[in-house]
C-alpha cells in the first residue's frame, strides 16, 4: 500500500514487519528490544491518548526529552493524531525553551522527568498556550494533584479505554503530504532563532531518494549518537530505517562507543566529523598497544589500502599482486578493525560539519566507508550526498534524486525540491528571502566540477574577515588540525584581527600516552597541558597545517584550552558546529593577552 503521510508509512511497515526488531533501546547500561508490533500497539494507545486530551489536527506540541524509546514513540503518535512535532533540545535553558513554546503556540509539552520539569513554572504565567504537561517518567517530586501535569501511562491509559469510539487508522488516513509535521527552531548566523516548518511530503520526499541511493532492508540496523532532535539524526537514524522496514537503535551514550558497536552489530552509522576522529584516534591507540607484528603490519596495510582505492575511484582494475596484497591486508589488519566495531558494517553517514579528505579516505582503506550527506534545516535535512556506487572523497556527493543544484553569482549553493520547506513560522518576508522563485539559498559557498559532484568551499557568512580584507573559511583550517591525533577540537579566530590564531583543546589521554612514552613527568593534567614539552609538540602541528595555507589564513598563535567544546557548556551547538560567539566570549581575556604580546 502506497504511503500517505510519514504516521501511514510506519504503520504499512509495522503491519508487514510485526515481529521484527523496530528498536533497540541502550538505557542506563540495559538493553530491551522493541518489536514493529509492540511499536504499533504503544503509538496508537498514545495517538488515541493525545486525542481525547484535546489534541486536534494542526496542533503544535513540544517534545523535550533526551533519546529514549518513548520519544520515538511520542513522536509517531502525534503525528498520527495530525499534530504538529515542535521538537526541544533537551539540554536547552529555561529561556530557550519558553521563547520555543510561546512562539510555537504549543497547546501541549512532553517532556522526560522532573529534571526538566524544573525548567518551567506550572502557573501558567509563562506559558499560556499549554493545557497540559506529560511527564515521561513520573517520579516523587512532581505535583500529581497539579491539574496541569499528566503521567505518559495515564495517556496511554486514556487511550486504551478510547480505542472503540476512535479508530487510529482513520486519523491517519485524513492526513495529507501537504499538512505541517514539525517545526524545528534553529539559530541563523546573526543569532536569531527562527522556527522552520516542514510538511510531511517534504521529509517524505528525502526519505524516498534515501531509499533510492542506499537501497535498505529490514536487515539493517542503524546506529547513532546524536540527539533524536537533531535534524539529519531524525532523517537518517529514525525515519529512513522505519521507510526501509529496518532497526534503529535509540541509546543514551553521547558517543559513539566500541561496545554499542559489539552490542549490536550495525551495518549503518549516522556520525559527525568527531565521533570519526574519535573513532581513528581508538584504533591506531589499540594497534599501537598491540603485538609486534600488528604494529608492523598497520603501516603496510594503509598503503596497500591507499593504491587499492585510489585504483578504485580511478576506476582501475587491481593487479594480481595488488589483489593479493590487498588481501593479507584486509584479512590481518582490516578485518579485525572492522570486528571491533561489530563486523558489519556497510558504511557511516557523516552529516553536520565538512568531513576532511584524509579522515574519509581512512575509513575508506579500512573498509567502513563514509558517505558525506550535505543539507539543512530548510531542505528537510538532505540536499546531496555521496553514495556506495557513485562517490567522491572531499565533495557532499551528488544532487539526491527529485532535487536540483545550481551556484549564484557569487558562488551560493541554492536547490530547487519537494523537499524545501514550507515556510518560515509567522514570517511570510523572510520566506520569500530564503526562497526567492521557489530556490533555496542555503548560504553556503561551493564548486560543482564536471561529475556533477558538490565541494562545500566555505559558509558565505560562517567566514572569518581579518581587519586586512582576507576572507577565511575557518571549518577548514579547524579540521585539518584535528587530524593530529593530539589534537581534539579548534575554534579559530581572526574577526577584524591582524592575523589568524586559535583555541586548541588537547587530547589529553593522547597526551599522557605521549608524556610516558618520551618519559617525561608532570603533577597533574594542567601541569602536563602548559608544559614545554606539549607546547612544542602543538607548534609543530600547526607548523604542519600552516604549510598548506596561504600566508593570510597561516595561524600565528594559539590558546590552550583546559576543557572540551560540549553542547553543555554551549560551546557546541545540536550540531555538533562550534559556537564561536560563546567560545571568544569564554576564552576573552586570553584571546586579547595573546594578540597584545
Not at 234 to 250: A, E, K
Not at 402 to 422: D, F
Not at 500 to 525: Q, S
Request: proline share 3%; hydrophobic share 40%; charged share 25%.
Amino acid at each position: 500500500m502506497e504511503d500517505k503521510n510519514l504516521a501511514h508509512m510506519f504503520l504499512n511497515r509495522s503491519r508487514s514487519h510485526k515481529k521484527n526488531p523496530f528498536i533497540l533501546s541502550y538505557r542506563k547500561d540495559n538493553w530491551n528490544v522493541l518489536s514493529w508490533r509492540y511499536a504499533r500497539r504503544t503509538v496508537r494507545k498514545l495517538c488515541l491518548g493525545f486525542i481525547s486530551l484535546g489534541v486536534k489536527p494542526g496542533d503544535r506540541v513540544a517534545l523535550l526529552s533526551t533519546n529514549r524509546a518513548k520519544w520515538v514513540f511520542c513522536d509517531l503518535a502525534i503525528l498520527s493524531a495530525g499534530g504538529v512535532v515542535v521538537p526541544i533540545q533537551h539540554n536547552s535553558t529555561p529561556g530557550q525553551i519558553r521563547h520555543i513554546v510561546r512562539d510555537s503556540k504549543s497547546r501541549f509539552l512532553i517532556i522526560a522527568d522532573y529534571k526538566q520539569l524544573r525548567k518551567f513554572t506550572t502557573n501558567g504565567e509563562e506559558y499560556p498556550d499549554v493545557e497540559k504537561i506529560i511527564v515521561m517518567e513520573m517520579v516523587s517530586g512532581i505535583k500529581e494533584g497539579d491539574k496541569l501535569i499528566t503521567s505518559f501511562s495515564e495517556i496511554q491509559m486514556r487511550g486504551k479505554s478510547h480505542h472503540r469510539s476512535h479508530t487510529f487508522e482513520e486519523h491517519i488516513d485524513q492526513i495529507d503530504m501537504d499538512d505541517p509535521a514539525t517545526i524545528n527552531y534553529t539559530t541563523d548566523v546573526e543569532g536569531e532563532v527562527k522556527g522552520i516548518i516542514l510538511t510531511h511530503g517534504n521529509i517524505y520526499s528525502n526519505l524516498k531518494a534515501i531509499g533510492d541511493i542506499l537501497s535498505g532492508s529490514e536487515e539493517d540496523i542503524t546506529l547513532h549518537s546524536l540527539p533524536l532532535t537533531y535534524g539529519p539524526c531524525r532523517l537518517f537514524g529514525y525515519f529512513s530505517p522505519i521507510y526501509s522496514g529496518g532497526t534503529m537503535v535509540i541509546a543514551d551514550k553521547a558517543d559513539m562507543e566500541e561496545k554499542l558497536f559489539q552490542s549490536t552489530k550495525p551495518t549503518i552509522a549516522l556520525v559527525v566529523p568527531r565521533n570519526l576522529e574519535s573513532i581513528r584516534r581508538k584504533i591506531i591507540v589499540k594497534v599501537e598497544s598491540g603485538g609486534a607484528l600488528r604494529r608492523k603490519l598497520y603501516p603496510w596495510a594503509l598503503e596497500v589500502g591507499k593504491r587499492v582505492l585510489e585504483n578504485k575511484t580511478a576506476g582501475k582494475d587491481l593487479s594480481f599482486s595488488e589483489s593479493i596484497r590487498h588481501f593479507i591486508a584486509n584479512l590481518f589488519v582490516f578485518k579485525k578493525i572492522r570486528s571491533d566495531f561489530g563486523g558489519r558494517m556497510k558504511f557511516c553517514i557523516c552529516s553536520g560539519a565538512p568531513l576532511v579528505y584524509k579522515l574519509a579516505e581512512f575509513f575508506h582503506i579500512i573498509g567502513m566507508p563514509v558517505f558525506d550527506a550535505y543539507g539543512m534545516t530548510e531542505s528537510s535535512y538532505l540536499i546531496a550526498m555521496n553514495r556506495p556506487d557513485d562517490f567522491k572523497l572531499g565533495t557532499v556527493g551528488k544532487a539526491i534524486p527529485g532535487v536540483k543544484i545550481r551556484l549564484s553569482k557569487n558562488g551560493e549553493i541554492q536547490c530547487h525540491g519537494a523537499n524545501i520547506m514550507k515556510e518560515f513560522l509567522d514570517d511570510e518576508q523572510k520566506t520569500i528571502q530564503a526562497v526567492p522563485g521557489h530556490w533555496l539559498s542555503s548560504g553556503d559557498l561551493g564548486e560543482i566540477d564536471e561529475d556533477g559532484f558538490l565541494k562545500i568551499t566555505g559558509r558565505e557568512k560562517d567566514v572569518i574577515i581579518t581587519s586586512g580584507g582576507e576572507t577565511i573559511a575557518p571549518k577548514v583550517i579547524e579540521h585539518a588540525l584535528t587530524i593530529n591525533r593530539h589534537i581534539k577540537q579548534v575554534s579559530i579566530i581572526g574577526n577584524d584581527r591582524k592575523y589568524i590564531t586559535a583555541i586548541i583543546v588537547p587530547d589529553l589521554e593522547e597526551l599522557r600516552a605521549y608524556a610516558k612514552a618520551n618519559g617525561f613527568h608532570f603533577t597533574d593534567m594542567t601541569d602536563l597541558l602548559y608544559s614545554d614539552e606539549v607546547r612544542t609538540l602543538l607548534e609543530q602541528a600547526v607548523s604542519e597545517v600552516n604549510k598548506d595555507l596561504i600566508k593570510h589564513e597561516a595561524l600565528v598563535d594559539f590558546i590552550i584550552a583546559e576543557s572540551d567544546f560540549t553542547t553543555a557548556n554551549n560551546m557546541l551547538t545540536a550540531a555538533q558546529r562550534n559556537n564561536r560567539s560563546v567560545i571568544e566570549k569564554y576564552y576573552a581575556t586570553q584571546i586579547e593577552r595573546m594578540y597584545e604580546s
